[in-house]
C-alpha cells in the first residue's frame, strides 16, 4: 500500500479533480467508517446534534444517496445483477457524485462535513472479494484527505449480537452473498465481515485512521469520538492539518 | 505499468477506435460479417449499451450533472458490466468478440475533458488486452463532413457542450473532436494501433483489415477459437 496518506487534509491523495482550488476550502471533514452494523449511523446523529450546539454548520453524508447514481445502485441491488467490479465503479461514480456536488460545496461553504462511510467501505468492500489493491488505490485517489477518520472497530461476534439485537434479521449484501462467501447467509456473514475487519485494519496504518474500539456501550463511544473531534477545532486555522496517527 | 489484462481465453477481441465519423462501424461491421462466413463464432460489443447503468447515464445527460470525473466513471461502470457479462464471458467460450470503440475511446475522450492521464488508464486496467486494435485515421475535417452533413442534431455531451468550448454547438463539436483526434493520435505507438488510413475507399480499407486479421490469426483456425463449423465440419471430414 503506498503511502499516500501523509498529506494534509483536504488536500488529495494521488490525483486532483479536473477544475477544483483546493485553497478554498475551509470547513473540516471528519469520516465514520467500520463495518456493518457496527453503530456508525448512531453515532453520526449524535455528533451531528452535538456539533450543532457548539455552532457548527454540518453537513451529513454517505453512501448511495447521490443525485446522480443513488437511484441507479438501489435499483441494481434489487436485481443482483451486476458483478462486483461494476458494483464498485457503481459506487465510486455515486462517491465522486456526493464529494463534487456535496461535500466539496459545503467545504468551500466552511461547513463540518461528517460521513457515514467514505471511499474506504468501497475500497475494503473491493478488497474483500478479491479486488487487485493497487487498482482501487489508484482510483480512490481523488478522494480529499479527511481531518480525521475515526474507524468503529468491532469483531464479528460483536456485529453478529448487534445484527440480532438490533436489527433482527441478516441482510442479502451485509452478508457478501452476491459473492457467496459460505454455505449459508449466516456463515457468509461471518466470513465476509471478518475480512472487511482485516481489510479495514490493513487501511487504518497507511490511512491515518482513528482506531475506536466500538465494543464500548453507544455513550463511551460517543464521549471518545467528542474527545478526538474537539482537538481538531483546536488546530489555528492557518496551521496545516495533519493526518492523525492510528492510536493502536 | 502494463495497459490492460492479458487475454488468456482461447477466443479473440477485436477492437476499432477513431473520431465519430471515421467510418469505424461500417468497417467492423464488415470484417464481422466476413469472420462470419468464414465460420466464426462472432459477437458484437457497443460503447454503452448495459441496461443497469443506462438509466443512470441518461439521467446524468438530461440534466446534465457530469462532471468529467462522473462521466468518465459511469462509463467505466457501464464498461466493467460488458467486461464481467458480456465479453469476458464470450472470449472464454471461444469467440470473436467485435468491438465498435473499448477503453480508448475513454482515454481520448476523458483526458480531452480534463481528467488525469495516468488515474484513466489505471480505471481501466482490469480490461482485457484486444488481439488486434484498429484506429481508423482521418483528418478532422472529413470525419466532420461526415457527421456534420448527415445527421440531424448533435447531443449535448457527444458535441463536448459542457466544456464550454463554444457557444454554438456545432463549433463546439468540431473544436471537441479536433482535440479527440490529437488525443488518439498522442496513442498510437502506447497502444500499438493498426492504423488504418480511413480517406481510403471502404472496400480498400476492408482488405486492408481482412489482411491484418488473416495474418493474426494465421492459416486454419487458431486453437480453442470457437467455430460454427467446428464440430460438424471436423467430424464429417475426418470420419
Known amino acids: ?248 | 505499468m502494463q495497459t490492460f489484462m492479458p487475454n488468456r481465453c482461447p477466443g479473440r477481441l477485436i477492437v476499432v477506435e477513431g473520431i465519430d465519423g471515421s467510418g469505424k462501424s461500417t468497417q467492423i461491421s464488415l470484417l464481422s460479417q466476413w469472420l462470419r462466413l468464414e465460420g466464426y463464432a462472432v459477437t458484437f460489443s457497443e460503447w454503452n449499451s448495459a441496461p443497469l447503468v443506462r438509466e443512470t447515464t441518461h439521467r446524468g445527460k438530461k440534466k446534465a450533472m457530469f462532471t468529467p470525473t462522473t462521466f468518465s466513471l459511469i462509463h467505466a461502470t457501464d464498461f466493467a458490466h460488458r467486461m464481467e457479462g458480456y465479453i469476458l464471458p464470450l472470449l472464454q467460450a471461444g469467440a470473436v468478440v467485435c468491438a465498435d470503440r473499448y477503453a480508448y475511446t475513454a482515454f481520448a475522450r476523458d483526458v480531452v475533458r480534463g481528467v488525469d492521464r495516468a488515474w484513466v488508464r489505471n480505471l481501466y486496467r482490469f480490461a482485457l488486452e484486444p488481439s488486434l486494435a484498429f484506429y481508423f485515421k482521418v483528418p478532422l475535417e472529413v470525419a466532420l463532413g461526415r457527421i456534420l452533413g448527415g445527421r440531424a442534431a448533435l447531443k449535448y455531451y457527444e458535441a463536448g457542450m459542457d466544456m464550454e468550448l463554444s457557444r454554438n454547438i456545432e463549433e463546439s463539436f468540431r473544436l471537441f473532436q479536433g482535440r479527440i483526434l490529437a488525443e488518439y493520435e498522442s496513442m498510437i505507438d502506447e497502444m500499438g494501433f493498426h492504423v488504418i488510413d480511413a480517406t481510403q475507399s471502404i472496400e480498400a480499407q476492408q482488405r486492408e483489415m481482412r489482411r491484418v486479421v488473416g495474418s493474426a490469426f494465421g492459416p486454419g483456425r487458431p486453437a480453442g477459437v470457437l467455430s460454427t463449423t467446428t464440430e460438424v465440419g471436423v467430424a464429417g471430414r475426418h470420419a
Not at chain 1, 462467501?181 to 475487519?197: C, E, T
Open chain 1, 1 to 248: 500500500m503506498p503511502d499516500d496518506t501523509r498529506r494534509p487534509a483536504l488536500s488529495y491523495y494521488r490525483t486532483p479533480l479536473p477544475d477544483v482550488d483546493y485553497s478554498e476550502f475551509q470547513g473540516k471533514l471528519i469520516v465514520i467508517e467500520g463495518p456493518d452494523a457496527v453503530g456508525r449511523s448512531t453515532q453520526v446523529r449524535a455528533l451531528k446534534l452535538w456539533l450543532e450546539e457548539q455552532g457548527h454548520a454540518v453537513l451529513d453524508a454517505g453512501m448511495a444517496r447521490s443525485a446522480l447514481a443513488g437511484k441507479g445502485i438501489k435499483d441494481a441491488k434489487q436485481g443482483n445483477t451486476l458483478g462486483p467490479r461494476t458494483m464498485t465503479l457503481f459506487y465510486t461514480t455515486d462517491f465522486a457524485d456526493c464529494l463534487e456536488n456535496e461535500i466539496i460545496p459545503a467545504l468551500r461553504a466552511g461547513f463540518v462535513v461528517l460521513m457515514d462511510r467514505y471511499i474506504f467501505s468501497i475500497m475494503a468492500r473491493a478488497i474483500a472479494r478479491g479486488e487487485n489493491r493497487s487498482w482501487i488505490t489508484g482510483l480512490a485517489g481523488f478522494a480529499l484527505v479527511p481531518h480525521a477518520v475515526f474507524y468503529l472497530r468491532a469483531d464479528v461476534k460483536d456485529l453478529v449480537k448487534r445484527v440480532v439485537v438490533g436489527r433482527g434479521g441478516f441482510d442479502f449484501w451485509e452478508s457478501g452473498l452476491d459473492f457467496g462467501f459460505g454455505p449459508d447467509m449466516y456463515h457468509s456473514f461471518v466470513r465476509y465481515q471478518a475480512r472487511l475487519i482485516r481489510v479495514f485494519d490493513q487501511l487504518a496504518v497507511p490511512y491515518g485512521f482513528n482506531v475506536i474500539d466500538a465494543s464500548q456501550s453507544a455513550d463511551q463511544v460517543l464521549n471518545e469520538l467528542k474527545r478526538s473531534i474537539s482537538t481538531i477545532f483546536e488546530t489555528p486555522a492557518d496551521a496545516p492539518a495533519t493526518p492523525r496517527k492510528a492510536r493502536t
